[in-house]
């Protein structure tokens, strides 16, 4: 098998190849004066398995086009089986028609990926699972709640913990740590009144005294965790952590996560930390390449993914 790195996460790529135990392939990645880019493979892939690692993070449009043409670069060199690996997979909270003559973006990519050249896709934590159904190829989806719960429970130990989904739509996500950690569950009731804005209304569960964590999949600008942090506290929570997957972090997010009441933010390294999420005082990234690396070593040796969450 080989793997090729994108820009997206270069450190996350390269912990994944330490893990399988080898290199990356030597590939180039650059752009033109007018921004263009370019890529080109400096090694023998023909009748290979090729791994690509990118996140389509931020900045989001760059990145997929990165991946598209590195995908047609490994299609047009005879490789064998190309596989997209995209720990986080942007345009999936586009993943329905939310009003009128708008797009579903999400699945534009997915077609896109397909037409490139990509023969599977792996991804974690897909915004919504139905976006495995976008695609025309096989869809391995990675969960980060065995990572989750494991960190938890080494990190609580003793403590009364109640688990928290942010919003209705994120209840399976949640049940399914607290299931693990035999604990309770509670949900916010959250409005939105425009898109990226979000208002809490009520707090569904006694929460009183509880130490809660916050389960999601996304934070983006972090108004939906500093207000179920403050409405949790406000209802008598002993203290509220949150733990995401993937960390955008976009515009003031980092900053407005350090003055909430949030004791600690957990995400995974899916999305490369910048220097601003590096310094905050109360934000830790949790490391997948393991589970990445042992999921792509499945694939390549056909043997079963979905048996890791079993």
């Known amino acids: ?30 752009r033109f004066a007018d ?19 990118q996140s389509t ?48 973006s999400a699945k534009l990519v997915a077609n896109l990926i397909t037409q490139a050249g990509a023969d599977r896709v792996l991804t974690m934590d897909l915004h919504a699972g139905q976006i495995q159904g976008f695609f025309d190829i096989p869809v391995d989806n990675l969960y980060a709640a065995p990572l989750f719960a494991r960190d938890i429970t080494e990190r609580f130990k003793g403590r009364e913990l109640m688990v928290v989904s942010p919003d ?16 309770d569950l509670a949900i916010i009731d959250k409005r939105r009144p425009q898109a990226g804005v979000s208002e809490v209304m009520n707090v569904i569960g006694d929460v009183a005294g509880r130490d809660c964590i916050i389960v999601d999949d996304i934070i983006d600008s972090g108004g939906t965790h500093c207000n179920a942090a403050e409405a949790l506290m406000k209802n008598g ?3 509220a952590s949150v733990y995401v997957t993937h960390g955008v972090f976009s ?52 043997r079963s993914v979905s048996s890791l969450f079993c």
């Open 251 to 302: 515009g003031a997010a980092v900053e407005r996560v350090a003055k909430s009441p949030i004791e600690t933010m957990i995400v995974t390294d899916s999305i490369a930390a910048t220097p601003a999420v590096q310094g905050a005082r109360n934000i830790r990234q949790l490391p997948i390449a393991p589970l990445l690396a042992e999921a792509m070593r499945r694939i390549s040796e056909e």
């Open 57 to 104: 993070s931020y900045p989001a449009n760059d990145h997929l086009m990165e991946l598209l043409i590195t995908l047609d670069a490994l299609r047009r060199s005879s490789a064998r089986r190309v596989t997209a690996v995209m720990p986080y997979f942007g345009y999936a909270r586009q993943d329905r028609k939310s009003s009128p003559r708008s797009p579903i």
């Open 168 to 183: 209705v739509g994120g209840v399976v996500r949640a049940r399914a740590i607290a299931q693990q950690l035999h604990t």
């Open 1 to 30: 098998m080989k793997i090729v790195a994108c820009n997206s996460n270069l450190p996350l790529a390269q912990a994944v190849a330490d893990k399988i135990g080898i290199p990356l392939t030597n590939a180039s990645i650059r």
């Open 35 to 53: 921004m263009e880019i370019f890529v080109e493979i400096h090694e023998n892939i023909r009748g290979e398995d090729v791994f690509v690692i």
């Open 237 to 239: 929570a002993k203290s």
